[in-house]
């Protein structure tokens, strides 16, 4: 194998661990905010709103967070990121490239 299959590889193994350890709880967090929310409106309990508005505020961070750990370069380790036409990183970017073909930073193809 080379060193570019070996990343690929790799990148695809991240992948499957950020959908199981990053996705999951997202969704639960989610979930359990809006179940927290429909107790809350019928009562006008601001309680359960708050606590609700908090538990999908964390739900999204934790994803972000998770993506930001999982969807990272195998070989360079800088989390691949959207890139300009010329195919350089984006200086100011605002997501993560879920489904790079290759690393923008150091060439190493991860698809």
Do not use: H, Q
């Not at 195919?87 to 879920?98: A, L, M």
């Amino acid at each position: 194998m080379t060193e570019n299959s070996n990343s690929a590889v790799e990148f695809r193994r991240r992948k499957r661990t950020f959908a199981v350890r990053g996705i999951l709880p997202v969704l639960l967090l989610i979930l359990a905010g809006c179940v927290m929310m429909s107790w809350a409106l019928p009562n006008d309990n601001s309680a359960f709103m708050l606590l609700a508005n908090a538990l999908i505020f964390v739900g999204g961070m934790w994803y972000v967070i998770s993506a930001k750990r999982y969807y990272r370069c195998p070989v360079c380790e800088k989390v691949v990121v959207n890139t300009k036409e010329d195919g350089t990183p984006s200086e100011i970017s605002f997501g993560i490239d879920y489904s790079p073909s290759v690393c923008p930073y150091c060439a190493a193809v991860l698809k």
